[in-house]
């Protein structure tokens, strides 16, 4: 369970890092500002036309007698803001990083170089069109399996007291995993590692990705806070994946312990 504090404490040594590096908090700010706007703009639509398009698809409830039509379609008008607002929460990590390609690449280098005994950062050699090829594929196939956990869960949360207490709990370490995956991937796929890969690297560390990941997520449900926390969060994982592979790392990073000597 100690991996639980490691995590946590990579995600703190991430928002040092760019405390003391404003210039790249800056543009790191850039893309998670760009998304949140259209986030914000998607589910402000959502909110002023939702009902519109609960009335459109379900004709049947027209002739029913009042107030059932209404408190029927209210209910299901509530439920699609609320699928829409959890959505949100587990992709916008994906869409900022997919966004700010080459923002959070160079962020995450400059990081690598910064606490690398060598001064050196991993270099993928590939043009800026295959990264983000690469990049948009992956993130694509990560945004899949987070719908697919994220209905899931939406559905269970009916079950009666197991949808009040156990699903919300399971809810914030799907997402933890899957924010973590989708930050380390900068770092991850600068070094060639390969999906299938990443996710059996996370897997075996799965209380240091929910260390770093579920806290983060929390913190993701507070409007605008994601766009602050992006540049630190890319950072922090920047920091863990070099723990994750076992790499050495020099001043800050070196006071955690390295992979093999971490347990969960």
Request: proline content about 5%; glycine content about 12%; overall charge neutral.
């Amino acid at each position: 369970m100690r991996d639980l504090g490691v995590g946590f404490r990579y995600l703190l040594k991430g928002q040092r890092w760019v405390a003391r590096h404003g210039k790249q908090y800056g543009f790191g700010l850039l893309p998670g500002l760009i998304t949140l706007v259209l986030y914000a703009a998607a589910l402000v639509a959502l909110a002023l036309w939702g009902e519109d398009l609960v009335a459109w698809a379900t004709p049947f409830a027209d002739d029913w007698s009042s107030p059932w039509a209404g408190l029927f379609r209210g209910f299901l008008t509530a439920v699609l803001f609320a699928l829409g607002l959890l959505l949100s929460v587990l992709t916008f990590t994906a869409v900022t990083l997919l966004v700010g390609q080459p923002f959070y690449e160079n962020l995450s280098e400059k990081v690598d170089r910064d606490v690398s005994p060598d001064g050196t950062a991993p270099e993928s050699g590939l043009p800026l069109w295959r990264e983000l090829w690469i990049s948009g594929r992956d993130s694509l196939r990560i945004v899949v399996r987070a719908l697919l956990w994220g209905v899931l869960l939406f559905a269970l949360g009916f079950v009666p007291v197991v949808g009040q207490t156990v699903v919300p709990a399971i809810g914030l370490l799907v997402t933890g995993f899957f924010l973590t995956e989708e930050l380390t991937a900068v770092a991850l796929q600068r070094r060639g590692v390969e999906l299938r890969d990443r996710l059996r690297l996370l897997r075996a560390r799965r209380t240091l990705v929910w260390g770093f990941g579920t806290p983060l997520g929390l913190a993701f449900l507070v409007p605008f806070v994601a766009v602050f926390l992006m540049p630190g969060a890319v950072a922090g994982a920047t920091l863990m994946a070099r723990d994750l592979l076992g790499e050495e790392t020099a001043g800050d990073g070196a006071e955690e312990p390295r992979g093999k000597g971490v347990t969960s």
